[in-house]
């Protein structure tokens, strides 16, 4: 939501100001110009994007304008699901998770945590370790492959943002061309009178205030959100692995899961009240 409502102050202050200086509106609206320069666009991010990184890019720049689901509630869902699990390994072993990291969506323990299990990537991430663990896999050695799966998937999520940047990077040149064509075919006009040759040149000169516009106003700050929301991911993978690194190694449920709380943002992180009163209610409820 800040997204479009960021997109739409842009919007409105260039608007703005250009009718405050009583500039005309109709000079503005050169389809052919926003044609030449938003093809462009889209036809250098077809050919230098793989698909895999495409599919990416189209599943964030949704999210970019919901915003970001790693909010403090999803956070604290997390960790109530942490101290759940290691909980339950505490009493029963590790094999008392095997069939629930066997099958999480059917897992009676993970569908309590609807947002955790809604997060495809969040639940291979975590099953897929604790296999390791039931397997009997070296507690270091589980370690150090979470840290390269993490390390793998940071490399991985920041590729959407670096297309959008380096598109937006490109976008001024994209004007340029625009207004060389829009100059060529002025060209063409001047044995014509001089308001006709004026109205060529202005429409010329649009092309290279839509290339500066959309570039510096849309597309680097997409690509800065993007970015942003390539971090929580991050970070909401780094919080299960710190969780889950902390009861491998013989910690409690609830310092495991303080730890965990601890590598969380400060502005997303519940509070120690907060965490200890979800886990007065996960007690409460397993009485």
Avoid: W
Avoid at 44 to 51: A, D, K, M, S, Y
Avoid at 196 to 212: K, P, S
Avoid at 262 to 269: H, L, S
Wanted: proline share 6%.
């Amino acid at each position: 939501m800040l997204a479009i409502i960021g997109a739409l102050v842009v919007i409105l202050s260039v608007i703005g100001g250009y009718a405050f200086t009583h500039g005309p509106f109709s000079v503005l609206f050169q389809p052919a110009e926003l044609i030449i320069i938003l093809g462009a666009a889209i036809g250098t991010i077809l050919l230098g994007t793989p698909p895999k990184v495409l599919r990416h890019l189209t599943r964030a720049i949704p999210i970019v304008f919901k915003g970001s689901p790693y909010t403090k509630d999803t956070y604290l869902e997390l960790l109530m699901m942490q101290f759940e699990v290691f909980s339950k390994v505490r009493k029963g072993g590790l094999l008392a998770m095997e069939e629930d990291v066997g099958d999480p969506y059917g897992s009676p323990t993970f569908k309590n945590y609807p947002r955790f299990i809604r997060n495809q990537m969040a639940v291979l991430f975590f099953c897929d370790s604790m296999k390791l663990l039931i397997d009997g896999t070296d507690v270091a050695e589980v370690d150090h492959i979470m840290q390269s799966d993490l390390s793998t998937l940071q490399e991985e999520g920041a590729l959407p943002a670096g297309v959008l940047q380096k598109v937006g990077d490109a976008l001024p040149g994209l004007g340029i061309v625009a207004a060389v064509l829009g100059i060529i075919v002025t060209m063409q006009k001047l044995d014509g009178p001089p308001e006709e040759l004026g109205q060529h040149v202005a429409a010329a000169l649009v092309g290279t205030f839509l290339g500066i516009l959309v570039s510096y106003g849309f597309f680097q700050p997409l690509g800065a959100a993007v970015e942003a929301l390539a971090r929580d991911e991050h970070k909401y993978l780094q919080c299960m692995m710190v969780g889950l690194s902390s009861s491998t190694v013989g910690s409690s449920p609830r310092a495991s899961v303080e730890q965990a709380r601890r590598v969380i943002y400060a502005a997303d992180r519940p509070s120690t009240e907060e965490l200890a009163a979800a886990i007065n209610q996960i007690k409460a409820t397993s009485d």
